[in-house]
């Protein structure tokens, strides 16, 4: 079994910052993707940050230069820093990857339960 769990949403002002933590534990081989995603009330998830299997990272528009995500493979964790926060940003963030438990099995993708980020004043 695999899970992944997310630590570190809540309340913040606008122009607050927030640190997101991730950890995947379980039987892992090997992880191919990890990353965060968002949905809002009303919308669709949407991609906020990741790693690709290349180690490359990939950006929301709406976060570039605001966010940055950064991992410590030894603990099969990634983070999210969030700094400048705007009201927007309010939503759900969940945690994601796509992973293979053993050298043999398939890839198969998880999602984290998710944490509340809240962009207020």
């Known amino acids: ?3 992944l769990v997310e630590s570190g949403g809540g309340l913040v002002q606008p122009g607050g910052s927030l640190r997101l933590s991730c950890a995947a534990s379980g039987s892992i081989f090997y992880i191919f993707t990890m990353g965060w995603y968002r949905q809002a009330p009303g919308k669709q998830r949407e991609l906020v940050a990741r790693f690709t299997a290349g ?3 990939n950006y929301a528009d709406a976060v570039k230069g605001r966010f940055t995500i950064s991992r410590d493979n030894t603990k099969n964790t990634v983070y999210l820093q969030m700094d400048s926060l705007k009201p927007e940003d309010t939503a759900a963030y969940y ?5 293979r438990r053993t050298s043999w099995g398939r890839m198969d993708e998880y999602w984290g339960q998710g944490t509340q980020v809240t962009v207020s004043s």
């Not at 945690?95 to 992973?99: F, S, V, Y």
């Open 95 to 99: 945690c994601h990857a796509n992973l």
């Open 1 to 3: 079994q695999v899970q």
């Open 55 to 57: 180690g490359t990272t």
